[in-house]
Every structure is written in C-alpha cells, then in structure tokens.
C-alpha cells in the first residue's frame, strides 16, 4: 500500500482561534489585534477627512476632496434622505456616515496588507455598532409619539382587537431581540466567513506547494487562484455590508419616525 500523499495532523486548518489574537495581556481584558485595528481605522479616518477638507473648493481640484464629498453625498441623498424623509434625515447624517465610513475601512482592511484583518469578524465590534442603531432608532422614537403613544404604534391601525394580545408580543421581540441581533450577525458573519476562507485558501495553497508532490504543489496553485477571486469577491461583500448596516439603520430610524409603524 503506498503512503499517503500527505502526513495527517501536518496541516492545521484555520478556525476561531485564529480571530483572537492578543497583543497585550490575556484573558477577556486583554488588548488584541481587532481592537488595535478598530483604533487605527479611527486615526487614519479623521487624518484623511481633515486633510480632504482642510482646502474645500466649490468644484472639487482634489481627489481626496472628490472622494469625501462623493461618500458624503451618498450616505446623505442615497440612504439618509431617500430612507428617512427630506424632513428628518439631516440630524442622523453624521451618525450614518460615521458608521458606514467606519466599517467599510474596517472591513478592507481584511485584504489590505499588512493589516489582513477585518475588525468586524470578532462579534462584540458589530455588536456595540448595532447599540448605537438601536439606542437610536428608540429615542427618536420616543420622543416623537411619547413612550405610551411609541409602543402604541408598534400594532397598526386597524388591527383586529382580538389579535393584539398575540401580535404585540411578537412585535416587541421584533423591535428589542430580532432587529438588533441580524443586524449586528449578518456583518460579523459575512466578515468572519469571508475572511476564514481567504485563510483557508492562501494558507492551504501555500501548504500544498511546499508539499514536494507535483499534483499537490499544482493544486496549490489553483488553491492560491481561487484566493485572489476570493479577494475580489470579499471586496465587494464589504462594500456591501457596509451599506446594509447603514441602509438597515436608516430603515429602522425612519419606522420609529413614521406616524404609523
């Protein structure tokens, strides 16, 4: 019987551990990568935007201007006044394109060497974004219906009288587990999977082409090309995921605006 191409236990497939790393310290208070990463993202945020805007132009000449205002003018007209209302929206504009400007450089930084870590793959970073959406989307709520008159409007209009025992439950859970919780999910998720596989597929090729097997070393190869097309597409998954937090959060702030909700 031949030996086999590969010695078992030689390669170790990435897994969670992988997406904790401390840098200083140990334990839950220690100080790890993902939370130095989300401090560089922030330094490096306001660097750019007080140079971008330090010399404005009525027509922009830079392009470090062109790409603020373009961002800018996106979260402004596209989510923020298009989602929650030309009366409305200007107040919540600074907090949405905080956010999205937040995550999308936090997300590319999973493919930008030589950082090669999205901070939104550990679950707490996405967790304490979706406080600020959902502290938010409440207040404002309250405060323009009043508390009574907020969770009145949880059930609308209309709505059969013997149906409202068993629709206002579900609504609460709605407004106070479900919301919160798939929003902060669906970016750590697609963050922590995507990032997993690239991983998986640079780590596993490099591997298979030190294997000293032809075959091996070819799949390699073909493992280190599916990495690239996995790059590309995990850069248009970030896009993306930046997009829905902010477009969802508009979503929800504008329901606790509404008249009726």
């Known amino acids: 019987m031949s030996a086999p191409l590969l010695a078992e236990g030689d390669f170790t497939t990435p897994g969670t551990g992988d997406f904790w790393q401390p840098v200083i310290g140990s334990g839950t208070w220690s100080i790890s990568r993902a939370s130095i990463v989300l401090v560089l993202s922030a330094v490096l945020i306001a660097w750019y935007l007080l140079v971008a805007t330090r010399r404005l132009a009525v027509v922009p000449t830079g392009k ?3 790409l603020t205002e373009m961002t800018y003018g996106f979260v402004r007209n596209s989510v923020a006044r298009d989602i929650i209302g030309s009366r409305d929206f200007l107040q919540f504009v600074p907090m949405l394109f905080t956010m999205f ?21 550990r679950v707490g970073f996405p967790a304490a974004l979706t ?7 409440h207040v404002v709520g309250v405060r323009r219906m009043g508390f009574g008159g907020y969770f009145k409007h949880v059930i ?10 068993i629709l206002w439950p579900l609504e609460m859970l709605t407004y106070f ?4 919780v798939s929003l902060a999910l669906r970016l ?21 082409v030190t294997s000293g097997n032809v075959g091996l070393a070819t799949a390699g190869v073909f493992s280190w090309l599916m990495g690239v ?22 979503l929800y702030i504008a329901g606790s605006l509404a008249d009726e909700h």
Do not use: C, D, K
């Open 64 to 66: 470090r201007q062109f």
């Open 101 to 121: 400007v937040l995550i999308l450089v936090n997300n590319l930084f999973g493919v930008i060497p030589p950082v090669l870590f999205p901070t939104f793959s």
């Open 131 to 137: 406080l600020v959406t959902f502290v938010s989307y």
């Open 156 to 165: 609308p209009e209309g709505t059969p009288w013997w149906i409202v025992p």
């Open 177 to 180: 587990f479900t919301r919160p």
């Open 188 to 208: 750590f998720g697609n963050m922590f999977a995507g990032h997993l596989l690239l991983v998986l597929f640079i780590t596993g090729g490099e591997y298979l």
């Open 229 to 250: 097309l996995m790059t590309v597409f995990e850069i248009l998954v970030e896009f993306l995921q930046a997009y829905i937090f902010i477009l969802l959060s508009a």
